[in-house]
């Protein structure tokens, strides 16, 4: 009589449902488990939250560590010679006239020193920010669903590279403090960056990949996309993200050595 009991409080017995993450214990998973939380994430609905939270506060980090940064005069005195080379350049090779480089070093000169630039500098920050999220995600999109038939779609790429985010602006931090502790500008934490290192150079180029940060971002980014997408296997999203890493970090760098105007992307 007893185990009929037993098995009927036991048949009774209803499983708890798994309980959503929430963007706390999402974001804090990123650094302690990424597998473990992108799996769980896959589980429920796409959360907008996901991605766009992070994406704000790393445009935001970023538009306000630039004023900052800039506000340093050794910095800012670097980063105008560079920007007057770059339009001497320009003039040398006939796509500017002197007046009209000039003309160019001296408004830029004024605009970076008035409130209303810091503003449009900031809104361009987010706009072009925002576009260039948007088309790498586009990016990696395609590939995974043409190349590897992922089982997912546009918003599920969103979320893995908008958590992704966080490391990267751990990143952004530590690279301001190190270009205000070095009285120098640095956009990252590459061999390149602590060398001083000419990026438009192949040898800089190289060295500039070579980013603990950078590899980590992309490491927990192929993780992301693969739980996110449903694949037994991390491998294959691996070599995905690395290589349109570095074949489009290459293009990038091929067309600012073509084109002056563009000379910034071989930096990138």
Request: hydrophobic fraction near 50%.
């Amino acid at each position: 009589m007893d185990n009929i009991e037993q098995n009927s409080e036991t048949s009774t017995t209803t499983v708890q449902p798994e309980e959503e993450l929430t963007h706390t214990d999402k974001m804090t998973g990123i650094f302690t488990e990424p597998s473990a939380t992108f799996e769980k994430i896959a589980r429920f609905p796409v959360r907008t939250i996901d991605w766009l939270l992070p994406l704000i506060i790393l445009l935001a980090i970023i538009s306000i560590i630039r004023i900052l940064v800039m506000s340093n005069e050794e910095i800012a005195y670097q980063v105008k010679q560079m920007q007057e080379k770059s339009i001497n350049e320009m003039v040398e090779k006939g796509v500017l006239t002197r007046e009209q480089a000039d003309q160019q070093i001296e408004q830029s000169e004024k605009f970076s020193k008035s409130p209303v630039g810091w503003i449009l500098q900031t809104a361009g920050i987010f706009i072009f920010g925002s576009i260039v999220f948007f088309l790498v995600v586009l990016i990696y999109f395609l590939f995974v669903k043409i190349a590897l038939k992922g089982n997912g779609g546009y918003t599920s790429a969103l979320v893995g590279s908008g958590l992704t985010a966080y490391i990267s602006i751990i990143q952004v931090v530590l690279a301001a403090i190190l270009a205000l502790a070095f009285g120098r500008l640095m956009s990252d934490l590459s061999v390149a960056s602590f060398a001083n290192m000419d990026k438009t150079t192949v040898t800089g180029w190289v060295l500039g990949k070579l980013d603990p940060f950078s590899i980590w971002a992309y490491s927990v980014l192929s993780i992301g996309l693969a739980k996110m997408f449903r694949s037994d296997s991390t491998t294959k999203y691996f070599i995905l993200v690395f290589g349109v890493w570095i074949l489009g970090s290459l293009l990038l760098w091929g067309i600012g050595k073509a084109v002056p105007f563009l000379s910034f992307l071989s930096s990138m």
